[in-house]
Nanobody, 127 residues
Framework: QVRLVESGGELVQAGGSLRLSCTASGYMYGRSNMAWFRQAPGKEREFVAGLSRNGKNTEYADFVKGRFTISRDSAKNTVYLQMNALKPDDTAVYYC????????????????????WGQGTQVTVSS
């Protein structure tokens, strides 16, 4: 089991920065690839960024490359999403997710592969 709790979402102006945090508990956390997804009003949930369980590999959606960075602090059981140069189109509820995998597994971009989800944190970017 993995329990995930996100925080850090808030209202920010376009061009600003935010750092989202996802604090995890449960023995499967250390055996999971981690990812951030987001869902804007009226749209489907979409992959944003992913990080392998060993912290060595990352994946990013094209629309966040160069602006967002995913990282992991194993000592704190926390995954971060640093978001810079925010745009109004980034407005969404951001979800943290865990995908328990073997060590050599790649990072999935599909939400169907993620077994554990947080409750989400709202990010609103004003123009």
């Amino acid at each position: 089991q993995v329990r995930l709790v996100e925080s850090g979402g808030e209202l920010v102006q376009a061009g600003g920065s935010l750092r989202l945090s996802c604090t995890a508990s449960g023995y499967m956390y250390g055996r999971s690839n981690m990812a951030w997804f987001r869902q804007a009003p009226g749209k489907e949930r979409e992959f944003v960024a992913g990080l392998s369980r060993n912290g060595k590999n990352t994946e990013y959606a094209d629309f966040v490359k160069g602006r967002f960075t995913i990282s992991r602090d194993s000592a704190k059981n926390t995954v971060y999403l640093q978001m810079n140069a925010l745009k109004p189109d980034d407005t969404a509820v951001y979800y943290c997710a865990a995908d328990p995998v073997i060590l050599t597994a790649g990072i999935s971009l599909s939400e169907r592969d993620y077994d554990y989800w947080g409750q989400g944190t709202q990010v609103t970017v004003s123009s």
